[in-house]
Each structure stands twice: as C-alpha cells, then as structure tokens.
C-alpha cells in the first residue's frame, strides 16, 4: 500500500492511496471461493457449480464486494499508520478497480488539529468570598417578606405610589361618551387604563381619595376598542371607589412560624445557610468560566472547517424550533437569521477548542472516570427524577447518554484539577 498526504486546508488532507495488484487479486480469490462455497445455480448442487460460471455469474456483485472492503480496510490502516484523527465523514472519490492492475483511490477528510498547550498549571483565579453578611441575610428577609405581600384596603387615606385602585371610568370625545367600565383594577403606577395609554396616570392620581375622581386628557390609539373614534383627543374620567394597598408582613417570630419555623432566628439561620451555598455555586460557576477563558486564550490553532459549518447549522436548526415552538413569528426569525448564525458560530468554536484542550489536559495528566463514578452519577440522577437507578440507566443507553455522560464528568474533572492547581486570590487576601 502507497499513502501519499497533502495539506489543502486548516485541518484537511488528501490522500491519494494505491493497493497493488497483488493485494486485489488475493482478495478476489478469496472472495470468489467462498462464494463458489455458496453458490447454488440451476443445474449444480450447492456449492459444486464451476468457478467460472459463479465468476461469470456474479462478477459484478463480487467486484463491488472487493472494492469496498479493500477500500475500508486500507481507509483505517493509512489512518492508523499515520497516526490522523479524521472528524466528521471522509469523502472516498476516484475508486478505479480491475483485476490485474492496482487499485487507486482518494479520500479527503478534516483531521484534528495538531497543537501544543501553554502552561496551565498555576492559572491566576479571582475567588470571590462566600461568607454571608447581616445585610445579605436582612435582605433575604426583606424578599421573603415581599413575597407574602397582600393588598388591603385602604378605608381613610389618599392614593400612594404602589397602591391599585378599584374605579369606573369614562371615555368621552368632546361631550359624548364613548366608552364606559366599572369595577376596574388599575394599577397607579402603570400607564393603562382599559387598554388606553394613560403616561400621566400617577401623577393624576397620587393623592386623591376613595370616593374621588380626576379627569386626564388622553389620545385614543390604533387600538381603542371603538373604531371610530381612534387616534382621537379624549378626556378619561376616574372614578376611585376603592384604594388597596400592598403591605407586606413584619420581619419577626410571627412571619416565621407562618413558613414553619419556630423563631425568627431558626429562620434566619436556614436563609444564611442557603445564602452561603448559593454563593459558592456560583463562586465555583465563576472559577470555572475564568479556566475556560484562560484555556481559550492558549486555543491558537484552526479547526475543521466542514465540522464547524456542520455543528453551526444543527445548532441553528434546533434554536430555530425553540423559538417556534415558544410562538416566535417565523418572519422574525428569518429576520434575525444573522445574528443567530454569528451566535451559533461562536459558541460552537469556543465549545470545540475547549473540548480540544480539556482533553489534552486529560490525557497528559492522566484523569479519566471510573465505571463506579458513572453509577454513583446515574444514582444521583435517579434520585432526582425519583426513579430507580437501573430504569435511569437504560434511559440514558436507549438514547446514547452514558458516553456522553462519562465525558461531561471526565472534562468536570479535568477542571476541577486546574481550579485545585491554581493560583487563587480572594478580595483584600494576599495570593496563595
């Protein structure tokens, strides 16, 4: 076999490839006889027709049969033996056969990228602090109070910012009325009443009382709900007949017991301890995009054009079904088909690179993952869905997951080691 490897691109190659003649013959021999084995033609007990009138017979089929296995197999050896990584699917052209002479071929395939790593052990990290403050904690409390707020009525008073208001309203066009509703629940600080833009709201009403009313002069819009009268000078009359006041539940005993806590403090103790592992997700979170953006920074090297282009338009693809099936008008999509492709192109790269040189880190360091990590993964995976652990691993073969799954914990892993090999700085803390 004759492998001759040319460079036409970032990561593509040629290569031409010969069997010699020899080679070709061997396997047609072969072939034919195990076929002259089988053959079962009129006139002749199985496998006892002559040679020639089987190759007479099948010649063709057979010529085919041999081709594609010697074009296979010499495929994976002149891989094998030149040490190429091929991504994506080779492209087999010019595959000339007759018996007696060498048989020629070519392949064009993208290969991956040959590339050498910098130094990435030691990277410098910012590690943010997750200790948790009183202010953290009294504003986790605030939320939580938020959270209970309910609207009261409000018997003697004026209107306030975030009051809602219950009120009547009409509509009138110089002195006729053209539009009239009861019982409507306005917000004062929003900007609509029955549909109509109302931009001075607030300030019409802070201050007046149940009972009360203001006038606002207003312009009926495209879409006031009678026709004739829209795009039209108006004057919207407010009638307030009820003031409902959102007002939330003391920060105390009383608020805790409510959420099943004994004392303020019990409370109090939950939120901080929550508080402090949500910071260290996303401390951890943070680490980890400052590895990624420092392993990018070593990622000189081209990718494979054609896989590139592949995972772009696949990743394309499924974003477009997202956004159709969250209701996004097609039109705007394909109005927003550029920005989305320069979206997709980027991330698909910087996933790709990152992948490249994780598992380079991987192998040069030696971390892989144990079946028994795998089924301590699956477990937790059960746990969370509430299944068993087995039917959780026969969800992920039927669908091809646990390789996948295996990498993810493997490049996990991999970062977990730079994130402990590191150089970490915490605010107002020296290097260590």
């Not at 009138?53 to 197999?73: A, C, I, N, T, Y």
């Not at 020629?104 to 030691?122: A, Q, R, S, W």
């Not at 802070?206 to 006038?215: D, E, H, I, Q, Y």
């Not at 099943?260 to 951890?284: C, H, P, Q, T, W």
Request: charged share 35%; hydrophobic share 35%; aromatic share 4%.
């Amino acid at each position: 076999m004759k492998v001759e490897i040319e460079e036409i691109g970032p990561c593509k190659k040629l290569l031409k490839v010969e069997i010699p003649k020899e080679k070709i013959d061997d396997e047609w021999q072969e072939q034919l006889k195990e076929l002259c084995k089988m053959a079962d033609l009129p006139g002749f007990r199985k496998g006892k027709a002559p040679r020639s009138l089987v190759e007479k017979k099948f010649g063709e089929r057979l010529m085919e049969d041999v081709k594609q296995k010697l074009v296979s197999s010499t495929y994976e050896e002149a891989v094998e033996k030149n040490k190429l990584s091929p991504v994506g699917e080779p492209e087999i052209s010019d595959v000339n056969m007759e018996l007696g002479k060498p048989l020629n071929f070519e392949v064009t395939m993208e290969v991956l990228p040959t590339f050498e790593i910098g130094e990435y052990k030691g990277l410098q990290l910012k590690k943010e602090s997750v200790s948790v403050t009183d202010k953290d904690i009294k504003a986790a409390l605030k939320t939580i109070s938020g959270q209970k707020t309910q609207l009261t009525i409000v018997k003697d008073g004026k209107v306030e910012d975030d009051d809602y208001i219950i009120c009547d309203c009409k509509v009138k066009v110089g002195r006729k009325i053209v539009f009239e509703d009861e019982d409507l629940e306005v917000m004062v600080s929003g900007s609509t009443v029955a549909d109509i833009n109302v931009p001075d709201l607030k300030s019409n009403l802070l201050g007046t009382k149940s009972g009360g009313k203001c006038s606002i002069d207003v312009e009926l819009g495209d879409n006031f709900s009678v026709e004739q009268y829209r795009n039209k000078s108006a004057k919207l009359e407010i009638s307030v007949k009820e003031i409902k006041r959102p007002v939330s539940p003391e920060i105390d005993d009383e608020m805790a017991k409510q959420m099943g806590y004994d004392s303020l403090a019990e409370l109090s103790e939950f939120v901080s301890k929550k508080l402090e592992a949500e910071k260290k997700r996303m401390v951890d979170n943070d680490m980890r995009e400052q590895i990624y953006k420092n392993l990018l920074e070593m990622a000189n090297f081209d990718l494979p054009k054609d896989v590139i282009e592949s995972q772009i338009n696949k990743r394309l693809h499924r974003h477009q079904i997202e956004l159709l099936n969250r209701g996004t008008p097609l039109e705007e999509i394909e109005k927003d088909m550029g920005n989305l492709k320069n979206a997709s192109e980027e991330s698909v790269i910087k996933d790709f690179k990152l992948s490249l040189i994780l598992e380079r880190i991987a192998e040069k360091e030696k971390i892989f993952v144990t079946e028994a990590e795998v089924n301590q993964r699956i477990n937790t995976l059960a746990n969370m869905y509430g299944t068993e652990p087995s039917k959780m691993r026969n969800q992920l073969e039927k669908i091809g997951n646990i390789p996948n799954l295996r990498y993810q914990m493997k490049e996990s892993k991999t970062v977990d080691f730079l994130i402990k090999e590191a150089v970490t700085k915490e605010p107002n803390q020296k290097k260590k």
